[in-house]
């Protein structure tokens, strides 16, 4: 396959990085965002050594559990379209070859894609390692010198510094004028509590609960946590119910109670579509 075409200006500044070894800048597509228990369909490398053109990677996996619609929903990849796909155990040795004697680069890939590529390939049992290379992730950059706080927030819609930050009063002030500077600068943001209600939930609507005990996975709960972890909430309940009897009795927040409540009652979350 022909490697894309990076502008070349693009192309010689990542040259330039390159005290010697290669940069490899990657991606990862995967059944979810569980980074120990979730798994790779699709991978894509882009290659840049020093001298010479840049070579591409890129796979399609079997990732040998189902994909939860969730997950294709952000990515479009079914389990239809990776049926015929080898597993990662029999592309782990060429992604570690063109992974070899490079530094590595991606947005979040310090957080989310190299915790489970290593894992996947301990799950092959080919050897990988990140010592002795680089690791550059855009996001850690941009979060570093975009920050994302209140007091960015107030700098960018209000117009001045936030003095006073973490003083309740003053943030309950500083929020107000976020969001009245919000609905100036754009104006295809809904004009109504309601409108803005919903545009302001997380555009993944991946957990069930505010405090994420439960997540979807197709379309039904499943416990994000402890050690019923990935297992669905209809089948904890019917098969151990003195689980969610314990979780009642215990320190958890008052949502993820009535949700247990409930199905103990028969009663499980339903998400539309």
């Known amino acids: 396959m022909a490697a894309p075409l990076l502008p070349p200006a693009v192309l010689d500044l990542l040259r330039s990085l390159s005290d010697g070894a290669p940069l490899v800048v990657f991606d990862l597509e995967t059944t979810g965002t569980d980074r120990l228990a979730d798994r790779i369909v699709e991978i894509a490398a882009l290659r840049i050594p020093r001298d010479g053109e840049p070579t591409v990677l890129e796979l399609r996996v079997n990732p040998g559990v189902r994909i939860p619609r969730e997950a294709t929903a952000v990515h479009g990849i079914s389990d239809a379209d990776v049926a015929l796909a080898p597993s990662f155990a029999e592309v782990a040795p060429r992604v570690a070859a063109f992974l070899e004697g490079a530094d590595v680069a991606g947005y979040n890939v310090r957080g989310f894609d190299l915790p489970l590529l290593a894992r996947e390939f301990e799950r092959a ?133 009535r949700i247990v409540r409930d199905a103990l009652r028969g009663v499980f979350p339903a998400r539309a579509g």
């Open 125 to 257: 049992k080919v050897p990988f390692s990140l010592e002795g290379r680089r690791v550059l992730d855009a996001q850690s950059i941009f979060f570093k010198k975009e920050p994302r706080d209140l007091s960015a927030a107030v700098r960018i819609f209000a117009g001045r510094e936030h003095e006073g930050a973490h003083s309740a009063l003053a943030d309950v002030v500083a929020s107000a004028e976020v969001l009245a500077g919000e609905l100036e600068r754009y104006p295809d943001l809904p004009r109504d509590v309601e409108g803005l209600h919903a545009y302001s939930q997380p555009s993944e609507s991946r957990w069930v609960d505010p405090d994420k005990r439960f997540l979807w996975r197709d379309g039904e709960a499943v416990f994000g946590f402890g050690a019923k972890k990935g297992k669905a909430l209809a089948e904890v309940a019917a098969r151990h119910p003195d689980y969610l009897e314990w979780m009642l009795g215990a320190d958890f927040p008052d949502e993820a109670k």
